[in-house]
């Protein structure tokens, strides 16, 4: 079974940074994907960014492009979303999630992932 356990949330004022971590277990890890997602109270769930299986290619919101990275450590089964210059509106909880299947066709897309941690909250003050 797929386990996905996020950490490194917290409360930073706008203009920080913060690195959210996620460690899998249950399959092998290098073989697939991952994603961060987050959603804000009262808000949908909505995408933030993805990695492909190597970690040569990543994918982005628009809102975040350019602030956040994301990036994998296939060694240690971790994920990584480094997040910079933070916004207030940046805050909600945030998510990782993991596809069903090794073939990705839309990174973006809450359908393509199966797997989600239990999220982990980032607040900005502005």
């Known amino acids: 079974q797929v386990q996905l356990v996020e950490s490194g949330g917290g409360l930073v004022q706008a203009g920080g940074s913060l690195r959210l971590s996620c460690a899998a277990s249950g399959r092998t890890f290098s073989s697939y994907a991952m994603g961060w997602f987050r959603q804000a109270t009262g808000k949908e769930r909505e995408f933030v960014a993805a990695v492909n299986w190597s970690g040569s290619s990543t994918y982005y919101a628009d809102s975040v492009k350019g602030r956040f990275t994301i990036s994998r450590d296939n060694a240690k089964n971790t994920v990584y979303l480094q997040m910079n210059s933070l916004k207030p509106e940046d805050t909600a909880v945030y998510y990782c999630?993991?596809?069903?299947?090794?073939?990705?066709?839309?990174?973006?897309?809450?359908?393509?992932?199966?797997?989600w941690g239990q999220g982990t909250q980032v607040t900005v003050s502005s």
């Open positions: 999630a993991a596809p069903g299947q090794i073939r990705v066709r839309d990174y973006a897309s809450l359908r393509t992932y199966a797997y």
